[in-house]
């Protein structure tokens, strides 16, 4: 999984609470990116990072924030959970600007929201 | 935005026999063409991929074809075995930064 690690692996939770996901990357890459996988969907992109504490909105993005303080770590937070936002989450790494399409994943979390 | 299609949604083939799996996308910008395989329970793995500039590119068994003028692009497994069983997903990007825009996959069954 090209040194990209995400914890939780599984995690359920109730409605209405805060949940945050990490991905972690030993990569060095530049960019980052949160998608969601839902059976019929395929993969959506919520979120991405093209830098340090620099982020813009994926397709899917409502609901959700996001936080890059370091290179190495980007989270993803569901401020008041829904049980709409049940879902495998997965991040995705790409190292540069010139291959910023070339995106390698992680394993993914399991959320679950009751 | 982009919107990809990806046909068919299941695909059943004999061990030995090729498989293809088709996907056209929508925007004429759109100059990245990636393919990945998911195992049940594992990320996408990245299995070839296509640059608007190149027609066709082989990796061993697997094959990517791409024609910009129809806007659709295919990948051929030859010889297929049974580790070639997972879910494929073809994917669309262009010049933006702004991530990849997937089909919704394709659920390929080896028979013994």
């Known amino acids: 999984d090209a040194g990209i690690t995400q914890s939780p692996r599984h995690k359920v939770t109730e409605t209405g609470t805060p949940v945050t996901l990490r991905c972690h990357q030993t990569?060095?890459?530049?960019?980052m990116y949160w998608y969601r996988q839902d059976p019929g969907h395929g993969l959506r992109l919520i979120h991405y990072?093209?830098?340090?504490?620099?982020?813009d909105k994926g397709e899917v993005s409502d609901g959700y924030s996001v936080s890059r303080s370091k290179t190495e770590d980007f989270l993803l937070t569901l401020e008041s959970a829904t049980s709409s936002q049940t879902s495998v989450y997965f991040c995705?790494?790409?190292?540069?600007?010139?291959?910023?399409?070339?995106?390698?994943f992680g394993p993914g979390t399991r959320l679950t929201v009751l | 935005g982009e919107n990809v299609e990806q046909h068919p949604s299941t695909l059943s083939v004999q061990e030995g026999d090729s498989a293809v799996i088709k996907c056209t996308y929508s925007?004429?910008?759109?100059?990245?063409f990636p393919w990945y395989k998911q195992e049940l329970g594992k990320g996408p793995q990245l299995i070839i991929d296509?640059?608007?500039?190149?027609g066709e590119k082989k990796d061993q068994r697997i094959a990517v074809t791409l024609n910009k003028t129809a806007k659709h692009f295919s990948l051929h497994i030859t010889e297929t075995q049974p580790e070639d069983s997972a879910v494929y997903f073809c994917?669309?990007?262009?010049?933006?930064?702004?991530?990849?825009?997937f089909g919704k996959g394709t659920h390929l069954i080896i028979q013994p």
């Open positions: 995705a790494i790409s190292e540069s600007r010139e291959t910023f399409d070339t995106q390698y």
């Open positions: 296509i640059r608007s500039n190149v």
């Open positions: 994917a669309a990007s262009g010049p933006r930064v702004d991530g990849l825009t």
């Open positions: 990569e060095n890459h530049r960019y």
């Open positions: 990072s093209y830098g340090v504490k620099d982020t």
């Open positions: 925007d004429s910008a759109s100059n990245y």
